[in-house]
Nanobody, 121 residues
Framework: QVQLVESGGGLVQVGGSLRLSCVASGRAISSYYAAWFRQAPGKEREFVAGIDWSGTETNYVDSVKGRFTISRDYPKNTVYLQMDSLKPEDTAVYYC??????????????WGQGTQVAVSS
């Protein structure tokens, strides 16, 4: 069993930056595909960014390309999401997820509890 705990959310002004962290416990997630999702009020949860087992292949939703960077630290069993040039539309609860499959369409095995990000204009 894997537990995922996110942190790093908060309130930031437009154009600012935040770094989200997702710490995994229970077992190593080095062989898991890891991703960040977000859910804004009244909207469905959406995929934001993902990273494969090697840490070299990443995927991003178009709206964050060039502004967000996903990475992972194997010794720390942690996945990060560096968010720069933040916009009001980035406001959402951000969730970490992990799965042994490559970028599954649904049925992700493990989820964190979420961390709130609010961008003020």
């Amino acid at each position: 069993q894997v537990q995922l705990v996110e942190s790093g959310g908060g309130l930031v002004q437009v154009g600012g930056s935040l770094r989200l962290s997702c710490v995994a416990s229970g077992r190593a997630i080095s062989s898991y595909y890891a991703a960040w999702f977000r859910q804004a009020p009244g909207k469905e949860r959406e995929f934001v960014a993902g990273i494969d087992w090697s840490g070299t292949e990443t995927n991003y939703v178009d709206s964050v390309k060039g502004r967000f960077t996903i990475s992972r630290d194997y010794p720390k069993n942690t996945v990060y999401l560096q968010m720069d040039s933040l916009k009001p539309e980035d406001t959402a609860v951000y969730y970490c997820a992990a799965d042994p499959r490559y970028l599954p369409r649904d049925g992700w095995h493990y989820w964190g509890q979420g961390t709130q990000v609010a961008v003020s204009s």
